[in-house]
């Protein structure tokens, strides 16, 4: 028995809906009830002996978006780093960048970087490019 299905097993009575994501190897749960993300977050879960490590993330809500960079070209990471907090940053809170990375190494692939952000200007920016666009 895998380490999904031993957690599916101790996972009984929740209702939730399982996500893989093969290409990072994670593994999202996404509850319907507070109360068993909750309950799941504090419940220590193992198989083999070994920890099966639980993180919880923040509810994807209507004003939050994921933007997701397919290829970065001949940029590097910390230029691209800069690049984004100086374009998103002003419109937008920035929760999280996740970029892909040899496991134990500082070398990062060329493709699948992911930033999560909440809008929070950005509609306020719209706006604004609209009235502007009008009186002309």
Same mark, same amino acid.
């Given at each position: ?31 319907? &009830? ?15 002996? &070994? ?67 909440? &809008? ?17």
């Amino acid at each position: 028995m895998n380490a999904v299905y031993k957690l599916a097993h101790d996972l009984n009575g929740s209702i939730y809906i399982r996500k893989d994501g093969h290409r990072a190897r994670i593994t999202y749960l996404i509850f319907s &009830k507070k109360y068993d993300a909750d309950n799941t977050m504090q419940r220590i879960f193992s198989h083999n002996i &070994k920890e099966i490590e639980m993180y919880q993330t923040e509810k994807i809500e209507e004003d939050i978006t994921v933007v997701n960079i397919p290829n970065l070209g001949d940029v590097d990471i910390l230029t691209l780093l800069d690049l984004i907090k100086e374009t998103i940053e002003p419109i937008s809170e920035i929760i999280d960048i996740s970029a892909l990375c040899r496991k134990g190494l500082t070398e990062f692939l060329p493709y699948g970087v992911k930033i999560l952000l909440k &809008k929070s200007l950005l509609n306020q920016l719209f706006h604004a490019l609209l009235a502007i666009n009008m009186e002309e």
